[in-house]
């Protein structure tokens, strides 16, 4: 069962946006299918993401922007070339709505946007949170190999192939399964991962 609070949105915008589809034994699941799920998503994005309030009643949109994030990130995290047009729309909602820092008397830093548009914003937000993994190399981003998850997640080093401790025992579980099903031979590593929800 699927917890719709949506615990494992921890991380930037984008990839807790693109973490919204998950894999479960019967099969992909979309978790953004209603309003009533984007509240829950807007909800868990309150205080994270500027102007996440508009994003009420735009699913359609948001899940166009959705499908461009996940094209772009599973690209990065897979260390394939990002998709032209999914990479287009993106920037394009980056230039609807800049945003530039203004230094205020004592010091303090605020973010100015240009545009009006609370939508826009939200989406500009969202967009540049992925953009921003892209430009520099202290960020990664790795897709969880264990069976029925391949979320997108921050690993912690180099060799960490699970989101959660969960995921590396439910990986562990299957391979010994594997093994014993097989006679004792080690089983090949799947081609392509599944995503689940934790």
Do not use: K
């Not at 979309?30 to 509240?39: F, H, M």
């Not at 920037?91 to 800049?98: D, E, K, Q």
């Amino acid at each position: 069962m699927i917890d719709e609070t949506l615990p494992w949105l921890t991380f930037a915008a984008a990839v807790d946006l693109s973490n919204t589809i998950v894999v479960t034994p019967r099969g992909e699941v979309d978790l953004l299918t209603t309003d009533e799920q984007l509240d829950v998503w807007i909800a868990v994005e309150r205080g994270r993401v500027a102007c996440v309030d508009a994003a009420a009643g735009h699913l359609a949109d948001v899940r166009a922007l959705r499908a461009d994030l996940r094209a772009l990130l599973y690209a990065y995290a897979e260390g394939r070339p990002t998709p032209g047009p999914a990479r287009l729309r993106v920037n394009a909602l980056c230039a609807a709505a800049p945003a530039y820092p203004v230094l205020l008397p004592g010091g303090r830093v605020i973010v100015e946007r240009a545009s009006d548009d609370p939508y826009s914003v939200f989406a500009a937000e969202v967009a540049r949170s992925a953009i921003e993994l892209f430009e520099t190399d202290d960020t990664r981003l790795s897709v969880c190999r264990a069976p029925s998850c391949g979320l997108l997640y921050p690993p912690d080093h180099s060799r960490q192939r699970w989101c959660c401790r969960a995921c590396g025992n439910r990986a562990r579980v299957a391979r010994h399964a594997a093994r014993r099903r097989s006679g004792g031979r080690a089983p090949e590593s799947p081609s392509a991962p599944a995503r689940r929800g934790h």
